[in-house]
């Protein structure tokens, strides 16, 4: 009892450290926060920050990691069902599962995903989304849905694309208090990424 009693508190305490840099960053920015103000916001003493993390940017790295696993564990077990559809006689637009699973977890996780995407965040975690993206997209193994050899231009490039393409995406949805369900913003990013932009500008019919 004793132990989970322990492991409890530290939880909290964590929650409470990385609820007090999300704050911290929307008001002043990442660059400007200082390990006192964190601690401070937090009702904490330094000590106990000093027992989690090293630094502030210790604690941003190991909150980014956080991101990057659930996101990772996502794309896995959501991949076989996007085969699937892949496969599928449905529509073209169909909404991408591991898209859905995505904006879902980014829903639930939105003050600390939009202060991360904003204009006060690091600029590090995006390029980390960027990575990931490109490692799901064509580096992941058994869990690459593109074949490079198959491309008709540099796969570097359409990484580059669609993942600048679909953060700016979220960037948006995040800053305008996430009307759309992420079922919608799937639909949304389906339209414009499987059709292309032509299409979803209403230019072109299929």
Request: with cysteine.
């Amino acid at each position: 009892m004793h132990e989970n009693s322990t492991d409890l508190r530290v939880i909290r305490t964590k929650e409470s450290i990385r609820d007090a840099l999300v704050d911290l960053i929307e008001e002043k920015g990442f660059e400007a926060i200082t390990v006192k103000d964190i601690t401070t916001r937090a009702k904490i003493n330094r000590g106990t920050f000093y027992a989690h993390y090293q630094d502030k940017f210790d604690l941003m790295t190991k909150c980014e990691e956080e991101i990057m696993h659930e996101m990772t564990r996502i794309v896995k077990q959501n991949f076989p069902r996007l085969i699937e559809v892949l496969e599928s006689n449905l529509p073209t637009q169909a909404p991408n599962p591991i898209a859905i699973s995505t904006l879902e977890y980014i829903n639930k996780n939105s003050k600390f995903m939009k202060a991360m995407l904003g204009p006060k965040g690091r600029l590090t975690f995006q390029s980390r989304l960027k990575d990931f993206l490109w490692k799901t997209i064509f580096t992941d193994g058994p869990n690459s849905f593109i074949q490079e050899e198959k491309l008709l231009v540099p796969g570097q490039y359409l990484a580059s694309y669609i993942a600048s393409a679909h953060i700016g995406v979220i960037q948006k949805w995040l800053e305008n208090g996430m009307k759309e369900s992420p079922y919608e913003m799937a639909h949304i990013l389906s339209t414009m990424t499987v059709n292309g932009l032509v299409y979803a500008a209403g230019l072109k019919s299929k």
